[in-house]
Nanobody
Framework: EVQLVESGGGLVQAGGPLRLSCVAS????????IGWFRQAPGKEREGISC????????YYRRPVKGRFTISSDNAKNTVYLQMNSLKSGDTAVYYC?????????????????WGQGTQVTVSS
Protein backbone atom coordinates (compact mmCIF):
# COMPACT_ATOMS: atom_id res chain seq x y z
CA GLU A 1 0.00 0.00 0.00
CA VAL A 2 1.34 3.40 -1.01
CA GLN A 3 1.55 5.77 1.96
CA LEU A 4 2.84 9.29 2.39
CA VAL A 5 2.93 10.75 5.88
CA GLU A 6 3.72 14.39 6.51
CA SER A 7 4.93 15.87 9.78
CA GLY A 8 6.61 18.97 11.10
CA GLY A 9 3.87 21.54 10.73
CA GLY A 10 3.01 23.98 13.47
CA LEU A 11 2.80 27.59 14.52
CA VAL A 12 5.80 29.79 13.78
CA GLN A 13 6.45 33.53 13.85
CA ALA A 14 7.00 35.40 10.63
CA GLY A 15 10.63 35.24 9.62
CA GLY A 16 11.17 31.93 11.35
CA PRO A 17 12.01 28.49 9.97
CA LEU A 18 10.16 25.21 9.87
CA ARG A 19 11.05 21.83 8.38
CA LEU A 20 8.46 19.47 7.01
CA SER A 21 9.04 15.76 6.49
CA CYS A 22 7.30 13.31 4.18
CA VAL A 23 7.92 9.63 4.83
CA ALA A 24 7.00 7.41 1.90
CA SER A 25 6.34 3.68 1.86
CA UNK A 26 4.88 1.01 -0.38
CA UNK A 27 6.76 1.89 -3.57
CA UNK A 28 10.25 2.29 -5.00
CA UNK A 29 11.07 5.80 -3.86
CA UNK A 30 13.65 6.63 -6.50
CA UNK A 31 11.30 5.84 -9.39
CA UNK A 32 8.88 8.68 -8.72
CA UNK A 33 8.65 12.41 -8.24
CA ILE A 34 7.74 13.68 -4.79
CA GLY A 35 6.10 17.06 -4.54
CA TRP A 36 5.06 19.48 -1.84
CA PHE A 37 1.77 21.28 -2.34
CA ARG A 38 -0.21 23.65 -0.16
CA GLN A 39 -3.74 24.90 0.12
CA ALA A 40 -4.74 28.00 2.02
CA PRO A 41 -8.34 28.63 3.11
CA GLY A 42 -10.42 29.81 0.20
CA LYS A 43 -7.62 29.26 -2.30
CA GLU A 44 -6.78 26.59 -4.80
CA ARG A 45 -4.11 24.05 -4.11
CA GLU A 46 -0.73 25.01 -5.53
CA GLY A 47 2.46 23.12 -6.07
CA ILE A 48 5.48 24.68 -4.44
CA SER A 49 8.40 22.31 -4.86
CA CYS A 50 9.23 18.91 -6.31
CA UNK A 51 12.16 16.55 -6.30
CA UNK A 52 13.12 13.46 -8.22
CA UNK A 53 14.90 11.36 -5.58
CA UNK A 54 16.48 9.19 -8.26
CA UNK A 55 18.23 12.06 -10.03
CA UNK A 56 18.22 14.82 -7.43
CA UNK A 57 16.61 17.31 -9.76
CA UNK A 58 14.43 19.89 -8.09
CA TYR A 59 11.81 22.49 -8.96
CA TYR A 60 10.60 25.49 -6.99
CA ARG A 61 7.63 27.75 -7.56
CA ARG A 62 8.79 31.34 -7.83
CA PRO A 63 7.32 32.68 -4.54
CA VAL A 64 9.32 30.19 -2.48
CA LYS A 65 12.54 30.10 -4.49
CA GLY A 66 15.43 31.13 -2.29
CA ARG A 67 13.43 30.60 0.91
CA PHE A 68 12.48 26.91 0.70
CA THR A 69 14.79 23.95 0.09
CA ILE A 70 13.61 20.48 -0.88
CA SER A 71 15.82 17.47 -0.27
CA SER A 72 15.57 13.71 0.00
CA ASP A 73 17.14 11.01 2.13
CA ASN A 74 16.74 7.96 -0.07
CA ALA A 75 17.91 5.59 2.66
CA LYS A 76 14.96 6.75 4.77
CA ASN A 77 12.45 7.18 1.90
CA THR A 78 11.93 10.70 3.20
CA VAL A 79 11.61 14.07 1.51
CA TYR A 80 12.14 17.25 3.49
CA LEU A 81 11.01 20.79 2.91
CA GLN A 82 13.11 23.32 4.78
CA MET A 83 11.19 26.57 4.95
CA ASN A 84 13.00 29.74 5.98
CA SER A 85 11.93 33.38 6.21
CA LEU A 86 8.32 32.33 6.53
CA LYS A 87 5.60 34.86 5.76
CA SER A 88 1.96 35.02 6.75
CA GLY A 89 1.13 34.17 3.15
CA ASP A 90 2.77 30.78 3.64
CA THR A 91 0.00 29.76 6.03
CA ALA A 92 -1.69 26.70 4.58
CA VAL A 93 -2.12 22.96 4.85
CA TYR A 94 0.94 21.37 3.27
CA TYR A 95 0.70 18.05 1.47
CA CYS A 96 3.25 15.77 -0.07
CA UNK A 97 2.34 13.65 -3.05
CA UNK A 98 3.80 11.04 -5.38
CA UNK A 99 3.84 11.53 -9.10
CA UNK A 100 5.12 9.75 -12.16
CA UNK A 101 8.01 11.19 -14.13
CA UNK A 102 6.67 14.21 -15.98
CA UNK A 103 3.93 15.02 -13.48
CA UNK A 104 3.11 18.72 -13.30
CA UNK A 105 4.53 20.19 -10.12
CA UNK A 106 2.54 23.40 -10.48
CA UNK A 107 -0.94 21.97 -10.87
CA UNK A 108 -0.55 18.54 -9.30
CA UNK A 109 -1.74 16.79 -12.46
CA UNK A 110 -0.11 13.37 -12.52
CA UNK A 111 0.29 13.14 -8.74
CA UNK A 112 -1.95 10.26 -7.70
CA UNK A 113 -1.09 9.52 -4.09
CA TRP A 114 -1.37 12.12 -1.38
CA GLY A 115 -0.62 12.43 2.30
CA GLN A 116 -3.10 13.68 4.86
CA GLY A 117 -1.49 17.10 5.16
CA THR A 118 0.12 19.10 7.94
CA GLN A 119 -0.95 22.58 9.02
CA VAL A 120 1.55 25.42 8.87
CA THR A 121 0.50 28.68 10.50
CA VAL A 122 2.72 31.75 10.32
CA SER A 123 1.88 34.52 12.76
CA SER A 124 2.76 38.09 11.93
Amino acid sequence: EVQLVESGGGLVQAGGPLRLSCVASGFTFENFVIGWFRQAPGKEREGISCISPGTGSTYYRRPVKGRFTISSDNAKNTVYLQMNSLKSGDTAVYYCARGADGADCNSGVGFNSWGQGTQVTVSS
